[in-house]
């Protein structure tokens, strides 16, 4: 089975700019979340979407969106980019939403804001 | 809210040892550990989970952790380690708050094996 996928795996943008990463989940996956990795921050929660309704949202600003298709694939976008927004960029999928569902992780994106 | 505390920020260790890996997290009526592995340039793979049943819970790669709800601990353990280990874990707890559902992580320890 394949793993969750995340496309591109690096990007590389200007101040002001904006960006949109995709992620596909797990075949089979309905839940996908995303979470910010910085040095400093470490892992955050952005937001987290079921059956294409986001369901929960961190504490980022409104710059950061997503959304979820039909077929579960994800993608969020960040606008007007600015330089803490360089981190890595982490996608999870799980098969349902409850406590305790295992999160799978993508490889990420890591983006880099100049 | 849930929080997680990783007070170990790094570990060496020298190959053939035994090391521990030391998570905190706050009390909560119901609580679901996990513990996740990052390698270098890679995404976070999970290593175990705790849901419930037995306090001992075993994962891949021959770790191990014990889930302690008095000392509110979840430390991960491994007996003997080696050089492929050498990457950053990181403790997480499954938050629901009023039908929410996200993972609080902690802030990862580097474990660094020593030849």
Same mark, same amino acid.
């Given at each position: 089975k394949a793993g969750v996928t995340q496309t591109p795996r690096y990007l590389i943008k200007t101040r002001g700019q904006q960006v949109t990463l995709s992620c596909s989940p797990i075949s089979g996956h309905r839940s996908v979340s995303w979470y910010q990795q910085t040095p400093g921050q470490g892992l955050q929660f952005l937001f987290e979407y079921f059956s294409e309704t986001q369901r929960n949202k961190g504490n980022?600003? $409104?710059?950061f969106s997503g959304r979820q298709f039909s077929n579960s694939r994800s993608e969020m976008n960040v606008s007007t #980019?600015? #330089? $803490?927004?360089?981190a890595l960029y982490l996608c999870a999928s799980s098969k349902s939403r409850g406590p305790g569902e295992t999160q799978y992780f993508g490889p990420g994106t890591r983006l880099l804001v100049l | 809210a849930q929080s997680v505390t990783q007070l170990d920020s790094q570990v060496p260790v020298f190959e053939e040892a035994p090391v521990e890996l030391r998570c905190n997290y706050s009390s909560s009526v119901s609580v679901y550990l996990f513990w996740y592995v990052q390698y270098p340039n890679q995404g976070l793979q999970l290593l175990l989970k705790y849901?419930?049943?037995?306090?001992l819970v075993k994962g891949i790669n021959g770790f191990e952790a014990e889930f302690n709800k008095s000392q509110t601990s979840f430390h991960l353990r491994k007996p003997s380690v080696h050089i492929s280990d050498t990457a950053e874990y990181f403790c997480a707890v499954s938050d629901h708050p009023s039908g929410t559902y996200k993972y609080i992580f902690g802030t990862g320890t580097r474990l660094k094996v020593l030849a």
């Amino acid at each position: 089975k394949a793993g969750v996928t995340q496309t591109p795996r690096y990007l590389i943008k200007t101040r002001g700019q904006q960006v949109t990463l995709s992620c596909s989940p797990i075949s089979g996956h309905r839940s996908v979340s995303w979470y910010q990795q910085t040095p400093g921050q470490g892992l955050q929660f952005l937001f987290e979407y079921f059956s294409e309704t986001q369901r929960n949202k961190g504490n980022f600003p $409104g710059r950061f969106s997503g959304r979820q298709f039909s077929n579960s694939r994800s993608e969020m976008n960040v606008s007007t #980019l600015e #330089l $803490g927004d360089s981190a890595l960029y982490l996608c999870a999928s799980s098969k349902s939403r409850g406590p305790g569902e295992t999160q799978y992780f993508g490889p990420g994106t890591r983006l880099l804001v100049l | 809210a849930q929080s997680v505390t990783q007070l170990d920020s790094q570990v060496p260790v020298f190959e053939e040892a035994p090391v521990e890996l030391r998570c905190n997290y706050s009390s909560s009526v119901s609580v679901y550990l996990f513990w996740y592995v990052q390698y270098p340039n890679q995404g976070l793979q999970l290593l175990l989970k705790y849901l419930s049943g037995s306090t001992l819970v075993k994962g891949i790669n021959g770790f191990e952790a014990e889930f302690n709800k008095s000392q509110t601990s979840f430390h991960l353990r491994k007996p003997s380690v080696h050089i492929s280990d050498t990457a950053e874990y990181f403790c997480a707890v499954s938050d629901h708050p009023s039908g929410t559902y996200k993972y609080i992580f902690g802030t990862g320890t580097r474990l660094k094996v020593l030849a």
